[in-house]
């Protein structure tokens, strides 16, 4: 699909946009994830709550002052009302607090995902860890970008040098845990390590500059985990598919990431564990 000029000036006019609402909701993080170490353990909840509510709040509010025709889904009202259905409407897709457990514990790998979708395909994404002052994006060709400047994909070769990461989801029961753990323990063999972060947009991001070589997730939130993450590999040279191989689909709660050398490879040995 060719984008014409007047196109490309309102993506970025949409980035910025994202990128403003993005920092704005990482001060009110950034306030809490220090705040956090000083309070009861039955008060830890409701600060997690109320601060993935205010920085929702405070993005829909910027994103929709702006572009008042947009729809909007968000993992905080959706959790409200139920699954918003994505249209072809432009479409902000939001996660405002990616990696609740880790805020909670005062564990850096915190952010906000903010992505666009327009026809149901994500053309502009933010990923922003205010702690850490990280701030990934991307606008649909024209690249990815890690503090303003270009990133690649790595160019690892083989499973046996890659660094992989996944994440246990939020079930415990023990056939769930008992299928991720037995997953876990047959990659081990094949790869050079494993990491789990904690959150799903942070380990998108992560492959996208090159720190991580490979990534799958099955049963996380929902679409505003992966949004803005999976356009901004694909913007970085990075593949994006199902585990099992088929396309990527955005409300399907499953993704795999990886750089094009290493995909046969990896669903090879995802197939072998699905």
């Known amino acids: 699909?060719?984008?014409?000029?007047?196109?490309?000036?309102?993506?970025?006019?949409?980035?910025?946009?994202?990128?403003?609402?993005?920092?704005?909701?990482?001060?009110?993080?950034?306030?809490g994830f220090y705040l956090t170490k000083h309070v009861e353990h039955k008060g830890q909840v409701d600060l997690v709550t109320e601060t993935d509510k205010s920085c929702e709040d405070l993005i829909f509010n910027h994103l929709k002052q702006h572009f008042p025709t947009h729809k909007f889904i968000g993992e905080e009202t959706t959790a409200a009302c139920g699954i918003t259905e994505l249209t072809d409407e432009p479409t902000?897709?939001?996660?405002?607090?990616?990696?609740?457990?880790?805020?909670?514990?005062?564990?850096?790998?915190?952010?906000?995902?903010?992505?666009?979708?327009?026809?149901?395909?994500?053309?502009?994404?933010?990923v922003y860890n205010p702690i850490m002052d990280e701030l990934f994006t991307g606008i649909q060709g024209k690249g990815a970008f890690f503090n303003g400047k270009p990133i690649k994909v790595s160019s690892k070769s083989e499973l046996v040098s890659a660094l992989l990461a996944t994440e246990v989801g939020t079930k415990r029961d023990k056939a769930t845990v008992d299928a991720t753990t037995n997953r876990i323990n047959s990659m081990l063999f094949k790869v050079r390590s494993l990491r789990m972060s904690g959150s799903c947009a942070l380990n998108l991001?992560?492959?996208?500059?090159?720190?991580?070589?490979?990534?799958?997730?099955?049963?996380?939130?929902?679409?505003?985990?992966?949004?803005?993450?999976?356009?901004?590999?694909?913007?970085?040279?990075?593949?994006?598919?199902?585990?099992?191989?088929?396309?990527?689909?955005?409300?399907?709660?499953?993704?795999?990431?990886?750089?094009?050398?290493?995909?046969?490879?990896?669903?090879?040995?995802?197939?072998?564990?699905?």
């Open 205 to 274: 991001c992560g492959v996208a500059c090159g720190r991580l070589d490979l990534f799958y997730e099955t049963g996380f939130g929902g679409p505003w985990d992966v949004a803005a993450g999976v356009l901004i590999v694909k913007e970085a040279g990075g593949l994006v598919f199902d585990p099992s191989g088929k396309d990527f689909d955005i409300t399907s709660q499953r993704v795999a990431v990886s750089n094009p050398l290493l995909k046969d490879a990896f669903v090879e040995i995802l197939q072998q564990i699905e």
């Open 92 to 126: 902000w897709i939001v996660d405002p607090l990616d990696g609740t457990t880790n805020f909670v514990h005062g564990f850096p790998f915190v952010c906000v995902s903010i992505g666009l979708t327009i026809g149901k395909v994500p053309t502009v994404g933010v």
């Open 1 to 31: 699909m060719a984008i014409n000029m007047s196109e490309t000036d309102s993506l970025s006019e949409f980035l910025q946009t994202a990128v403003d609402a993005a920092k704005r909701a990482g001060q009110i993080i950034s306030k």
